[in-house]
C-alpha cells in the first residue's frame, strides 16, 4: 500500500511512500537488535562525532529540508526553515554536552567508605520513535538524536500525514554517517506505531502526538512495564498582568497563537488579561492580527494552511460553537478554503465563558480566545483549571513576580516575558504534567530517559567478609546497635 503525500495549501500530491507491511517490521527488529549491541560499544565522543556530521549534512540541505517540510504541512516557508533551524541548534547541543551528562558519575558510599559507588547511563536498547505532523523534523529528529546520542538504536515512524520528511531525514542521517541499522524508518498508519509499541524487540517507547493514542500507549507499556516518554497535547495559558509591556505581550499572543498555523503543542490558545489594561491590549492583539496575510503565497505568506480537512473542521466547529455561545469575534473567525487549501483567518475571540470546546480542549489551529480576569489570583486559578499542563507564559515587568508566579503554574514549563521561546532552549528539558504527558526530552534529563540508569557498588578492600553475613558475631551486633545510637539518634 502507499501513503500519499498532500500539500495542504494547493490539495497537490506531492510523492509518496510505500507503507512498510506488518511481517516486514519483525525483519527490521531484528536488524535493530543487531545495530544496538554494535552503536551501544561506541563511546559517548564517538556518538558525538556522528551527531554533529549529522547537522553538518542538515545544513547542507536546510532549503531542501524548509521546502518540504512545508509542502507537506501546509506551513510557510519560513516556519519550515524555523523548524530546521530548531533542530540543528539541538543537535549542537546534545552533540556538545551529551558527553558530559551521560558520563559515569560517582556517588558517595555514605557510611561505607570501604565501598567504591556511581551510576552508569546505559541505553536501553532498541528505541521506538513515533512522531507527529506539526513539526515533521524537529520532532522527528530530537528525540532521535537523543536515543542515539544515548546509545540506542531507533526504529522510527513519523507521521502518515508527513513521511517524505522522515524519509528524507532517515537518507540524510544515513549519508551522514549514521548505519542503516541503527536508525531504520518504518511508514504508515497506527497499526505500525502500534506493532512497534507492542513489540518485545523495542526496549523503550517515545511518542509525540495527541492525549488520545498516548492514552492507549501508556496502557499498551504499562503491561509490558516497557519504559515510555509520553509529549502529548496542550492549552496553553498566557497570563497579561496590569504592569505588562503591552506591546510585547500582544505581540507575543499573536506569534504564540498564530505562528505554525497555531498547530504547535505549546502554542497559546487562552489569554487571561487583568480587567484594567483589557480593552487596551485586545486593541493592540487586533491591530497585529489584522496585519497578517494568510494564504498560499508562501513568499510572503506568514500564516499558512492547516494540516488537513478534518484539522480544519475541528477548529471551525471550536470558533463557530464559541460563538453561538456568546463570544465576542474581535478578529477573523471565517474559513478561507476559498483560496484553495485548509486555510482559516487568524482569529480572536473574546470569551466569557469557560465551559465551551474551545477552552477546554485543545484546537490546534489559528484562534486564541482572551478572558478578562479580576486580578493575579484568578488568572492563575484559571490557568490551572484545564486538565492539560504543557506549557503556559506570564507577561510583567516584574520579573520576581513574573517568576513567583510562574512557580503556580501547574506546566511543565513557563516562559516570562516571552512564549514558546523555551523549546528552541535545548538545554531545558520539555514534557508536561497532567494529561499533557509523562517523561522529559531535552536537556540532561531528557539524554537520561533515553538511559537506564545503572547503579555499582564496587568492594574495595576484599576483606573477607562484611559484618552482616554469616555468620554474625554476637558482639558486632551490639556494636552496631550502639553506634546507630549514638550515630542517628
Ligand atoms: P496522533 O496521536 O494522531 O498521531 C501521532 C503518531 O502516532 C502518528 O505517527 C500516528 O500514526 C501514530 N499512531 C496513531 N495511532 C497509534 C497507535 N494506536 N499506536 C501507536 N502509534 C499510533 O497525533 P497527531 O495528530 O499526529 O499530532 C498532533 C498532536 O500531537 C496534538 O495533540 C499535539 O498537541 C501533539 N503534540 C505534542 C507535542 C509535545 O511535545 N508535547 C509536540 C507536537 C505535537
Redesign the pocket.
Known amino acids: 500500500m502507499e501513503i500519499i503525500s498532500i500539500n495542504p495549501a494547493t490539495k497537490e500530491t506531492i510523492g509518496s511512500v510505500q507503507t512498510t507491511s506488518l511481517e516486514f517490521i519483525e525483519t527490521v527488529f531484528d536488524r535493530a537488535k543487531e545495530g544496538a549491541a554494535e552503536w551501544a560499544n561506541l563511546r559517548l565522543t564517538q556518538r558525538s562525532r556522528k551527531i554533529r556530521l549529522v547537522r553538518k549534512m542538515l545544513v547542507a540541505h536546510m532549503d531542501e529540508l524548509s521546502k518540504l517540510i512545508a509542502a507537506e504541512t501546509g506551513k510557510t516557508n519560513w516556519d519550515g526553515f524555523l523548524e530546521v533551524f530548531t533542530t540543528v541548534e539541538h543537535m549542537r547541543h546534545v552533540s556538545k554536552h551529551g558527553p558530559q551528562y551521560l558520563r559515569t558519575e560517582i556517588r558517595s558510599p555514605g557510611i561505607l567508605q570501604n565501598k567504591k559507588c556511581y551510576v552508569n547511563y546505559v541505553p536501553h536498547g532498541v528505541a521506538g520513535v ?6 515533521p523534523l524537529i ?1 522527528t529528529a530530537a528525540p532521535v538524536i537523543e536515543a542515539l546520542m544515548a546509545g540506542n538504536a531507533v526504529v522510527l ?4 500525514l508527513t513521511p517524505l520528511t522522515g524519509k528524507l531525514m532517515t537518507e540524510l542521517f544515513h549519508e551522514a554517517g549514521i548505519p542503516e541499522n541503527v536508525l531504520q524508518t518504518v511508514y504508515g ?2 497499526e505500525i ?2 506493532a512497534i ?1 507492542d513489540s518485545p524487540k523495542t526496549d523503550m517507547i517515545c ?7 498516548g492514552r ?2 501508556a496502557v499498551a507499556c504499562a503491561e509490558k512495564l516497557k519504559p515510555v516518554i509520553l ?4 492549552k496553553d495559558p498566557m497570563i497579561i498582568l496590569e504592569d505588562a509591556n503591552l506591546q510585547r505581550a500582544a505581540g507575543a499572543a499573536v506569534w504564540g497563537g498564530f505562528s505554525n498555523c497555531g498547530q504547535t ?1 505549546i502554542s497559546t490558545e487562552r489569554v487571561y488579561v487583568v480587567e484594567k489594561i483589557a480593552d487596551e491590549f485586545i486593541e493592540l492583539v487586533k491591530t497585529k492580527t489584522e496585519a497578517l496575510y494568510t494564504g498560499p503565497d508562501k513568499v510572503d505568506g506568514e500564516i499558512g494552511a492547516l494540516v488537513s480537512e478534518s484539522q480544519h473542521e475541528i477548529v471551525m466547529a471550536h470558533i463557530n460553537q464559541a460563538v453561538e455561545s456568546g463570544a465576542d469575534v474581535v478578529s477573523g473567525g471565517e474559513s478561507l478554503s476559498a483560496l484553495g487549501g485548509y486555510f482559516i483567518k487568524p482569529t480572536v475571540l473574546e470569551v466569557q465563558v469557560d465551559n465551551t470546546d474551545i477552552m477546554q480542549k ?1 484546537t ?1 489551529g489559528p484562534e486564541i480566545c482572551i478572558m478578562r480576569v479580576k486580578d493575579e489570583v484568578d488568572a492563575v486559578e484559571k490557568a490551572n483549571s484545564s486538565g492539560y499542563g ?1 506549557s503556559a507564559s506570564v507577561f510583567t515587568k516584574n520579573k520576581k513576580r513574573g517568576q513567583k508566579i510562574a512557580r503556580q503554574i501547574r506546566a511543565g514549563s513557563v516562559c516570562v516575558n516571552d512564549v514558546i521561546t523555551n523549546y528552541i532552549t535545548a538545554d531545558l528539558p ?1 514534557g ?1 504534567v497532567g494529561i ?2 509523562i517523561g522529559r526530552v531535552h536537556g540532561a534529563e531528557g539524554l537520561k530517559s533515553f538511559c537506564q540508569t545503572q547503579a555499582v557498588l564496587v568492594d574495595r578492600f576484599g576483606l573477607k567478609k562484611e559484618p552482616w553475613w554469616y555468620p554474625v558475631n554476637k558482639k558486632l551486633q551490639s556494636f552496631f546497635r550502639v553506634f546507630t545510637r549514638v550515630f542517628y539518634g
Do not use: D, H
Open positions: 513515533i512522531s507527529p505532523w506539526n513539526y520532532l515512524k513519523p507521521s502518515e498508519y497506527g506505531g502500534a509499541v511518542f509525540t502526538g495527541s492525549v488520545e493514542v492507549k500507549i509529549e502529548l497535547g496542550g503543542c485543545e490546534f504543557l520539555f508536561g499533557s504527558g
